[in-house]
């Protein structure tokens, strides 16, 4: 296939190709082995720099160089605060500062001894950016948990500069003291707290239920049953919650970056969409439904993952990844219109996924509890292009003397193409189908950036780069 190779006035196609399929096409994807020998690991983060600090259950955390080569040392050493007796205790969650080059602060979320929640601040030793200091624990939050599962454990740093951490429903089965619909505890909410004021920290005055007697003046959201793992997407600052089911269901839900908060997510009143115990449900209350969820015959415990932000030519980007512990498959969830579309990345046995993490350039990582092997989910540069022409007779060319583009079909077929633009948050801009072999839209009234022009047939996808300049 021929491609242009000419800078229009008014922008320019990328020539790179991007083949990718629909969530009905099989593919055939595999993880790239990073690094292994981990016992337990339970999460994945970066400091802003090259390294990747991987968070292991017995209290240990180490430091992956960009090569996959593991220090010899541990970062931190806690064990002697955690309690690691049991599947969801532990060293649970890392999140580092905002301002981590300056300060050198990073914050836990682990139980220790009586199955007690602790939120703790630490900090790294100055003379040595390898090396944390284990006598500098500033705890933030401490409290006792009534059963020994549902913790939660996950904590991170919003857009907003905000700690964001969330804990499960208190544990045991089925949330017997309706925890998660209690204002007045922490369990089975997802708590916002500013770490840069107050002693030990400050509530921020967004907070939703900042002027509510009823509500503990943290929460941040509610009806959460046991979040196992969240996320922000970097680019556009929406939050993704995986929380795991009772019985049947497993649940993605999805907070816009537009959110003043206040969401009730349901439990236990619901396990996704279905009724699961409404006494002491108050009349009323809104709830905000997942976005996604799956029933156990697809698997049995959601770990949720990250929004792709690598590089934005791959046929992924954009796309949020998560997978299930038992099943050890991995989807895609992704928004087309109105509409959730999910993917099927594949099914990797062996690992029981705990979590995923990204590096300081969007690359995304995950973790085997089983295997104690990290993996990358994309080789490094990698854009997802392919050398095979999955589209060949596609030719998309810009029109002289005019913004318009004009995208021919010269394979033979009269399948029907699907055109759409997304900028790079995501957001459609245009889209329309057509059986025609010949097309021709304008986009000229787009502002200056960057877009993705992806036009599918027959369920095989090409996406190309368009750069626009005013």
């Not at 046929?315 to 109105?338: A, Q, R």
Request: aromatic residues 14%.
């Amino acid at each position: 296939m021929k491609l242009l190779n000419v800078i229009f006035p008014f922008f320019f196609l990328m020539l790179t190709c991007i083949n990718g399929y629909s969530q009905n096409i099989p593919v055939t994807n595999t993880l790239i082995p990073f690094a292994t020998g981990f016992k337990s690991p339970l999460g994945i983060a970066n400091a802003g720099d090259s390294r990747l600090f991987i968070t292991e259950q017995a209290g240990y955390i180490r430091i992956l160089n960009s090569k996959g080569i593991l220090n010899a040392n541990p970062f931190l050493d806690i064990r002697e605060s955690i309690d690691a007796n049991g599947g969801e205790k532990g060293l649970l969650g890392l999140a580092f500062h905002p301002q981590y080059k300056a300060n050198g602060y990073f914050y836990v979320n682990y139980i220790g001894k009586g199955d007690s929640s602790h939120i703790s601040r630490f900090s790294v030793n100055p003379a040595n950016p390898d090396q944390a200091d284990p006598q500098s624990e500033l705890k933030l939050l401490a409290f006792r948990q009534p059963y020994s599962n549902h913790n939660g454990g996950d904590l991170h740093f919003g857009p907003d500069g905000f700690l964001y951490i969330g804990f499960g429903d208190g544990g045991s089965g089925g949330d017997p003291q309706n925890l998660a619909q209690n204002r007045g505890v922490y369990f089975g909410k997802m708590l916002r707290i500013d770490v840069d004021h107050g002693n030990p920290y400050a509530i921020p005055a967004t907070n939703p239920f900042i002027d509510s007697t009823n509500y503990l003046m943290e929460i941040w959201a509610l009806g959460l049953r046991n979040p196992w793992r969240f996320s922000f997407d970097r680019l556009t600052g929406d939050l993704w919650i995986a929380d795991v089911g009772q019985n049947i269901v497993e649940e993605i839900n999805f907070q816009p970056a537009t959110s003043k908060g206040g969401e009730n997510y349901g439990w236990r009143c619901y396990e996704g969409n279905l009724p699961y115990n409404t006494d002491g449900c108050a009349l009323g209350t809104k709830f905000t439904s997942p976005v996604f969820s799956y029933d156990h015959s697809t698997g049995c415990s959601v770990t949720g993952g990250y929004v792709y932000r690598g590089d934005v030519s791959s046929p992924y980007y954009g796309y949020y990844f998560f997978t299930d512990y038992c099943s050890d498959k991995i989807w895609t969830l992704h928004k087309e219109g109105e509409n959730w579309i999910m993917g099927e990345f594949g099914q990797f046995q062996g690992n029981n996924f705990s979590t995923f993490g990204e590096d300081s350039k969007g690359q995304l990582y995950i973790a085997g509890i089983t295997s104690g092997t990290i993996f990358r989910l994309f080789e490094e540069n990698t854009t997802g292009t392919t050398k095979d022409d999955k589209l060949a007779g596609l030719l998309i060319i810009q029109i002289p003397a005019s913004h318009k583009i004009q995208v021919e079909n010269k394979r033979n077929s009269h399948s029907t193409m699907n055109i759409s633009l997304f900028d790079t948050k995501g957001v459609l801009h245009f889209s329309n189908s057509t059986s025609n072999n010949n097309y021709e839209f304008d986009p000229g009234y787009l502002t200056s950036g960057i877009y993705l022009l992806k036009i599918s047939i027959e369920g095989k996808n090409l996406v190309r780069k368009l750069i626009i300049a005013n």
